[in-house]
């Protein structure tokens, strides 16, 4: 009898596999490659977004070219050792980035995986497309172009230069080289926010072996802080460990612990960050990579003596290369802004789902790293894959059209990839209907068949509408303005501290720093008492735009006449007057905020 339901499991398991298997043979592999070098679609780039744009196209029935200037798949995720995933989840638990996404999070065992097993799925994934042509150590030199269209690319194949043309492109290296080569229009970094020097600093993933695994997830389960943890395969702490380190390399910080365990017992770590590296520059970022090498011959001493569980780490190596978070932006039909991000906005066309924290590493100017918000979700426009200027091209990846700050969240590579199988299978239909890219950011019928396919394949699409409650507070417009420029931050808990009594400090930033993102940065930096009054609010906001204007300031000024010159402006509104009657209180940091704004829009223009 025993033997019997024994056989019976075997049999009903054997056949749940076969099932697997059948659905995994029905995947259409697509058409024969080609005999010559014409392609439906050449995606250039092998970064996690450039597989799932390749896989996608093949599985819609096109013949891809796939292009990769390194020796294998995956780039971030294998090269570059992030074997930590940044997931997107609904508040409600629903997994946002679903379709070969999901697919390829299944076959490597979850959020941390095993580097090895990353390449071999990658791998595995593109060569089960008998119409993916794979191009490894392939170097991409320029783009061809017919006037504004883009048919084609020159590589380096070989030691030799080669042509490759294609019926559409998609850009999927990390820094939208093919985009920029082809003129497409850009921003870097935080130059949209006047701060180009602002890039958020690069890391470099290293391994370690010999971690009490045990010992980390106890200490971290049991540290008593919320925002740490660990399962059996990841772990995230040591905050206050590694800020306290102090570098020898004054360009470098090392941050808390995001820590991946491999399937041999080795131990990958995210944590060391790297300034003065300029992202563009190859020879820039392996200078970086030597410098953070030799640092962590100073980190290891240092971790084996305060990391619980690391007392006997040692180091094995680095990753191959730099994980960098930040640097072209291009610009497309639509630029996805923090608002849309932050306010939970859906689109007529999306195309996938995010909903990652505002993430701002630390920069070398601004060495802690920032929270600016937390949505709820948010989609990405068919419209942020369509660049300007350039037809038959779709960039995807942390390149997209997103505004720096928008991009602190929709950077993430499960976005990427989404827009990846996006961009595969708008292709298909651009191809198939001969209708450019552009012409479908305007067509509700083009973007529904593509929404309608993906759908089929996987992924999460559902409408949605939610309000945020920071929304409906009555200084959120003044909130927006400031948000906008990079100068609040609401956190995890979207909590902007609207209802704190706003102090000198503050204050003094929010003034001076406006005023700089105006581009009437005080000669003098502006300085209030502590506790500041409503007085010394209104003095000072006046004696700035004074300066900003150019004029002479007003030996005699104070608070009845201050209070007159912001309402001459339109700066002190009908609303704000209640909030600054009495000269002698202390404001919150609601009214000031919205009062700082909307001189920021005065200066602008805007008001």
């Known amino acids: 009898m025993l033997k019997r339901k024994i056989f019976i499991l075997l049999t009903i398991i054997l056949l749940f596999s076969l099932a697997g298997c059948t659905k995994q043979q029905q995947v259409d592999p697509g058409p024969e490659p080609p005999k010559d070098n014409n392609f439906d679609v050449i995606v250039v780039g092998g970064e996690p977004e450039g597989v799932a744009a390749a896989v996608s196209a093949s599985r819609n029935g096109l013949t891809v070219l796939l292009i990769e200037d390194d020796h294998a798949l995956g780039g971030l995720m294998t090269l570059g050792k992030l074997n930590f995933i940044d997931m997107n989840h609904g508040r409600d638990g629903t997994l946002l980035t679903q379709g070969i996404f999901k697919e390829f999070h299944d076959r490597v065992g979850g959020t941390a995986f095993d580097i090895e097993k990353a390449i071999a799925v990658f791998h595995d994934m593109v060569d089960k497309q008998r119409s993916i042509v794979l191009k490894l150590n392939t170097e991409f030199i320029e783009p061809i172009k017919d006037g504004n269209k883009l048919i084609g690319v020159?590589?380096?194949?070989?030691?030799?230069?080669?042509?490759?043309?294609?019926?559409?492109?998609?850009?999927?290296?990390?820094?939208?080289?093919?985009?920029?080569?082809?003129?497409?229009?850009?921003?870097?970094?935080?130059?949209?926010?006047?701060?180009?020097?602002?890039?958020?600093?690069?890391?470099?993933?290293?391994?370690?072996?010999?971690?009490?695994?045990?010992?980390?997830?106890?200490?971290?389960?049991?540290?008593?802080?919320?925002?740490?943890?660990?399962?059996?395969?990841?772990?995230?702490?040591?905050?206050?460990?590694?800020?306290?380190?102090?570098?020898?390399?004054?360009?470098?910080?090392?941050?808390?612990?995001?820590?991946?365990?491999?399937?041999?017992?080795?131990?990958?770590?995210?944590?060391?960050?790297?300034?003065?590296?300029?992202?563009?520059?190859?020879?820039?970022?392996?200078?970086?990579?030597?410098?953070?090498?030799?640092?962590?011959?100073?980190?290891?001493?240092?971790?084996?003596?305060?990391?619980?569980?690391?007392?006997?780490?040692?180091?094995?190596?680095?990753?191959?290369?730099?994980?960098?978070r930040e640097s072209r932006h291009i610009i497309g039909e639509y630029q996805l802004t923090i608002d849309d991000v932050l306010e939970n906005r859906d689109h007529w066309d999306r195309i996938a789902i995010g909903s990652y924290p505002v993430d701002v590493q630390p920069t070398a100017v601004q060495r802690w790293g920032t929270v600016i918000g937390n949505p709820a979700r948010y989609s990405i426009p068919f419209r942020c894959l369509v660049p300007l200027e350039i037809e038959n091209l779709l960039v995807v990846g942390r390149s997209a059209s997103y505004k720096s700050l928008a991009a602190g969240s929709a950077r993430v590579i499960p976005i990427g990839m989404c827009e990846g199988e996006a961009a595969g299978v708008a292709s298909a239909y651009s191809i198939k209907n001969n209708i450019s890219f552009r012409e479908m950011t305007k067509s509700k019928e083009a973007i529904q068949a593509v929404q309608e396919r993906l759908i089929e394949q996987g992924a999460y699409l559902k409408p949605f509408e939610i309000i945020e409650p920071i929304t409906q507070h009555w200084a959120y417009e003044g909130v927006k303005v400031i948000r906008s420029l990079g100068l609040l931050d609401g956190g995890y808990n979207n909590d902007y501290r609207l209802e704190e009594p706003m102090g000198k400090w503050r204050f003094q930033n929010l003034l001076n720093r406006t005023l700089e993102k105006a581009g009437k940065a005080p000669e003098k930096y502006i300085e209030v008492p502590e506790p500041p009054t409503n007085e010394d609010i209104l003095v000072s906001t006046v004696l700035a735009l004074t300066e900003a204007e150019g004029n002479t300031p007003d030996s005699s000024l104070d608070f009845a006449k201050a209070g007159r010159v912001l309402i001459e402006k339109g700066i002190m509104t009908e609303e704000l007057k209640a909030y600054f009657a009495n000269k002698d209180k202390q404001p919150q940091a609601a009214e000031v905020t919205m009062l700082v704004a909307n001189m920021y829009k005065y200066l602008m223009g805007d008001l």
Do not use: H
């Not at 910080?253 to 995001?258: A, E, H, I, S, Y």
């Open 154 to 324: 020159k590589v380096r194949e070989n030691g030799e230069t080669k042509e490759y043309y294609g019926k559409r492109l998609i850009d999927a290296t990390v820094d939208a080289d093919l985009a920029a080569a082809s003129g497409v229009p850009y921003t870097f970094a935080g130059e949209d926010i006047g701060e180009k020097d602002r890039q958020m600093g690069v890391t470099l993933v290293f391994e370690v072996s010999n971690v009490d695994w045990d010992k980390v997830v106890k200490y971290l389960k049991n540290d008593g802080n919320d925002g740490t943890g660990a399962t059996n395969k990841a772990a995230w702490g040591y905050t206050e460990e590694g800020y306290s380190y102090e570098p020898k390399d004054p360009l470098m910080r090392l941050r808390g612990f995001n820590a991946a365990r491999q399937d041999n017992g080795n131990v990958l770590i995210n944590a060391l960050v790297i300034f003065g590296v300029d992202v563009l520059d190859p020879e820039s970022k392996k200078e970086g990579i030597e410098r953070a090498k030799k640092e962590l011959e100073y980190i290891m001493p240092y971790v084996r003596e305060n990391f619980v569980g690391f007392e006997n780490a040692q180091l094995v190596g680095t990753a191959e290369q730099l994980y960098v």
